[in-house]
């Protein structure tokens, strides 16, 4: 395995970890919105909703540049190593559509909460 490969592989194994803390810490912010809207408090409610939708932007943007350095990164290697590598783009394409539909249902709830 040459140095280039292992590089982009730890690189690529940090980016989904950094995903991963955001879109967590994003879900943890909307279950403290689910308490604050159990107790009748719109106002916290809707600003933990706010940063559980701020966290989960900063995933989706880590997402897609994770995506697009992976794929400027593949041209510098050599057709055997691409082939190992070209099965991560997969997980990176479905985080990103995780996190769109995770963040269409924030911007609902928040409207949902504003509304009433």
């Known amino acids: 395995m040459g140095d280039k490969l292992l590089d982009m592989k730890m690189l690529y194994h940090s980016g989904l970890r950094n995903v991963g803390v955001f879109f967590t810490a994003s879900l943890a912010a909307l279950a403290v919105s689910r308490h604050y809207l159990q107790k009748k408090n719109k106002l916290y409610s809707l600003i933990s909703l ?3 939708f701020l966290l989960l932007l900063v995933s989706c943007l880590v997402s897609y540049f994770m995506y697009i350095d992976h794929h400027s990164r593949l041209v ?10 070209n099965k991560w783009q997969y997980i990176t394409i479905l985080l990103i559509l995780l ?4 963040a269409g249902l924030i911007i609902y709830r928040i409207g949902h909460v504003y509304k009433n």
């Open 50 to 52: 706010i940063i559980g």
């Open 76 to 85: 510098a290697l050599n057709p055997k190593d691409k082939k190992k590598m």
């Open 99 to 102: 996190n769109s539909v995770s």
